[in-house]
């Protein structure tokens, strides 16, 4: 059994940053991959980025050179640094993380999700 709990959302003008981040607490064996989510209002939820244990990276395109995700192994956390913040980058953002329960078990555990907006 896992917890995931994200921090650091808030209100921020545009071209300003937040830092977002994620921890994984419980008992499990060792987490796979992590991602950043986030869904806007009247619209799906979204991948912003993700980071396998072994340090591969993807990000959705209209993030990329904006958005930095990174994960602290030892702690079970991971970042997401946000730069040069655009109105459209308003929502709220899910942290989800692909924990190893057993020999044979990955369950994927979600946050609770921490609101980002965004002012013109």
């Known amino acids: 059994q896992a917890h995931v709990v994200e921090s650091g959302g808030g209100l921020v003008q545009a071209g300003g940053s937040l830092r977002l981040s994620c921890a994984v607490s419980?008992?499990?064996?060792?987490?796979?991959?992590m991602g950043w989510y986030r869904q806007a209002p009247g619209k799906p939820r979204e991948l912003v980025a993700t980071i396998s244990s072994g340090g591969n990276i993807n990000y959705v395109d209209s993030v990329k050179g904006r958005f930095t995700i990174s994960r602290d192994n030892g702690e079970n956390t991971v970042y997401l640094q946000m730069n040069s913040l655009k109105p459209e980058d308003t929502a709220v953002y899910y942290c989800?993380?692909?924990?190893?329960?057993?020999?044979?078990?990955?369950?994927?555990?979600w946050g609770q999700g921490t609101q980002v907006t965004v002012s013109s």
């Open positions: 989800n993380a692909a924990v190893k329960t057993s020999l044979s078990s990955v369950f994927y555990y």
């Open positions: 419980g008992s499990f064996i060792s987490i796979n991959a």
